[in-house]
Structure formats: C-alpha cells, structure tokens
C-alpha cells in the first residue's frame, strides 16, 4: 500500500482481504502521517526571519489569564518509560481574569521547549508575543471547562489562538501535554521531557499503528485523570481554581489525534457533555452510538471518507459539522498565523479562517455548555462565513461535502 499525502496530518484507512481461509475476508487498518516536502519548506519559509511575532488578539470582553500546574498520578506508572516513575503531566490553563494595572505577559512556552522547537526547524528562536497575563487569579464566580488534546506529537500551547479567544469569552481552558508523546514539555523542576514518537516538526515521527494505539490509550487515561485533577484543585483551598471551575458543563476537544481521542473519551467518561473533534482522524472501523453533542469541524473536505459519515450516523445527541472549504489540516493549529500564509485556508485567507474557527467553536460551547439559544451560524449558511459548509443535525454527512 502507498500512502501519498497531500497535508500534515493523519489519515486512517481500512482493507478487506478476501481468501479461502474459514475468518475470511480479513480487515486490515491502515494508518499514515503526511508531511509533504513541499510544506515542510514553505514552513520553514515561512518561520525564517520572524523576528517577532503576536498571537491574533481575542475577540471576547475578558482580559486573559494563564498558568501552568504540575500533576502527578500516583496510581499510574508511566508506559512510556522502564523506570517504573509514576506519570507526570503538564497542563495549561487559560481564564478569564480581571483588568490589573500590572501584567506580566506570559511566555507562549517554556524557552527551553522553544529552543529545542526551533532546533527541530532549522531556525532562530523568535520571540511570541502573548495576550496572557501569568499567574493572574481567575475571575471571580464558576465558568465552562473545556479540556484539550492536541494533535499527535503536537503540545498544549499549539492552538493558543484559540485558547486566549476562548478565555476572553468566559471559558478555562485546560490544554494537556502528554508526556514523551508531545514533541516536547518542560515537567515541574524545568525538567524537559521528549517525544518517544518522535516529531511532526522535522518529520521523524512514528506513523505505524500500534504507536498510534498506543498513544491514543495513554491519553484517554491522560484526560480522565486530569478531570478528575481539576475536580480535587476546584474543592481545595488555595489551588489557582479553587472555585472556578463549572464542573457540570465540561467540554472535551482535541485536533487530529486528539479528536479522535476526545470522542473516545466522551464515550467512558460521561462527566464530559460535549465533544469538539477539530478534523479528526477517525477509522472506518470505528462504531459507537452516543448522544453526547458533538461538533465536527473539517477542513477542506472534497469528499468525506467512510470513517466520518460512519461516525456522523452513531452521533445520536446534537451533532453538527462544518467544513472549511479550501483550508488544510494545519489552520486549526497556531501553524496559521505562525507561518507567513505557509498553511493552505482557501478563499477566506488565514484572518478569517481564524476568525471561522474561534466563532464556530464557541458558538457550539455557547449552546451545549451554557445552554444559549443557538447562534444562527449553528444552522446553515452564514454571510459571514460563505465558504463554511454546514451540516445540521437532520442532514445526511454522505450526501454532502
């Protein structure tokens, strides 16, 4: 089998083998990363030179904070390592905070993972400049949780645009970074921690399947022992949310892998309402009804693949999708604004493609975890938005781009 990309990303696909053995016809899954040449060097093109740089500013009302905790599980040893240490994560949070005169403007990573990620590219390090003020105290009152798993060997920091818009319009945020899978983390005690897997950045990484299993079991356990984290942190004293944290409308969501591993997760732990599968990568095999909402957003579908209209059928509860018409799978990442119009975003650009996926993303939250009325972007065709196809909940994915 040759397996062509065309993108950076993933993408899962099934074979039937049929022979005179008693078990036929034999299914085979297939899985494959994709980083053409041609991308990698208008990346790099793109990332050399930039002597600075800003995230997109958030549209929301809030002033934005973030800050990182340090998390232990003591009931794991971690797979990923012959040491027998228990399994040590890193999450990201960002919040809603209140004006302060005095602002320190967080890092967009720690500078040892960004030296180590310029490294990677070939590049000089750059300064980012944030809209997150460090270690501001979160807001006075509860808000919505969304939990985050980002793309395979990807890190929590990778959609900060997203992340700062979305604690600009009252969520928290909480991006994890699974350890010795993500290209790159620095642990409690500036510890820095690399992938196993290798790294989507200089094309190294593992594209074989039982990495994949491998991975995507990790993090299932990953997120469900970080709820479970942020409900002990919510009830303690002292801990940066104490407080805060809305535990009864929590969102899972996560790109690529992630996606994937959020719908999993949505499935075993029903302490998750929502589910946002930013293109997803979804076997064909995969089959399992829920009515957990779910918001599917894709980018640049000519043609859904069996996986997804399979899914789209098992999606019994509130489901939408929305494909954006021309873009590639790396405009949901911070790829869109950090590489110099290198990401493919078909006619709406990057500027509006940014501002498509912040709103669509957070007009799904708005109705599934504060229960607004649904924007009308949830229910057709905008103006807005012209070359955002939407499916709606009676439509027929298979029948549609």
Not at 121 to 149: K, M, R, Y
Not at 205 to 217: C, I, N, V
Not at 252 to 269: I, P, R, Y
Not at 314 to 341: C, K, M, Y
Request: charged content about 20%; aromatic content about 8%.
């Amino acid at each position: 089998m040759t397996f062509t990309p065309i993108t950076i990303g993933t993408r899962t696909a099934n074979i039937s083998i049929a022979d005179s053995s008693t078990d036929s016809p034999q299914q085979v899954s297939l899985a494959g990363v994709g980083y053409t040449k041609g991308k990698a060097a208008a990346v790099h093109s793109g990332l050399t030179g930039s002597g600075q740089i800003a995230i997109p500013a958030p549209t929301g009302r809030n002033v934005v904070g973030t800050e990182v905790i340090y998390l232990t599980d003591p009931t794991r040893n971690d797979p990923y390592v012959s040491s027998g240490a228990k399994r040590e994560l890193a999450v990201r949070l960002w919040y809603p905070t209140m004006p302060r005169r005095e602002c320190q403007t967080a890092e967009y990573t720690s500078p040892a993972v960004w030296k180590y990620f310029a490294h990677l590219v070939n590049v000089e390090p750059f300064h980012v400049a944030t809209n997150s003020c460090l270690n501001a105290p979160v807001s006075d009152g509860e808000h919505p949780v969304v939990v985050f798993t980002p793309g395979y060997t990807a890190t929590f920091t990778d959609y900060t645009f997203l992340f700062e818009d979305l604690a600009s319009r009252g969520y928290i945020v909480a991006s994890v970074a699974h350890t010795y899978e993500t290209t790159a983390v620095e642990l409690a005690g500036g510890r820095l921690a690399k992938s196993v897997f290798g790294s989507h950045l200089d094309n190294t990484w593992r594209g074989d399947e039982p990495a994949f299993s491998l991975a995507t079991r990790v993090r299932i356990q990953d997120l469900e022992f970080v709820l479970n984290e942020l409900g002990r942190l919510n009830a303690q004293t002292g801990s940066p949310v104490n407080g805060h944290l809305d535990l009864s409308d929590v969102a899972v969501a996560g790109h690529s892998m992630g996606g994937l591993t959020a719908f999993l997760s949505a499935q075993v732990d029903h302490r998750f309402k929502a589910v946002l599968m930013l293109d997803a990568a979804v076997p064909e095999a995969l089959a399992s009804t829920t009515k957990t909402p779910a918001l599917i957003l894709a980018a640049g579908r000519q043609q859904w693949d069996a996986g997804e209209c399979r899914l789209w059928s098992d999606l019994q509860g509130p489901r939408i999708a929305v494909n954006l018409q021309g873009s590639e799978h790396a405009a949901f990442s911070d790829w869109i604004w950090l590489t110099r119009d290198a990401i493919e975003t078909g006619p709406m650009g990057p500027e509006k493609t940014m501002s498509a996926v912040r709103d669509y993303v957070a007009a799904f939250l708005d109705a599934n975890l504060r229960h607004e009325l649904p924007s009308p972007l949830l229910a057709g065709p905008s103006r807005d938005y012209t070359d955002a196809f939407v499916i709606t909940q009676e439509r027929s994915l298979c029948d549609s781009r």
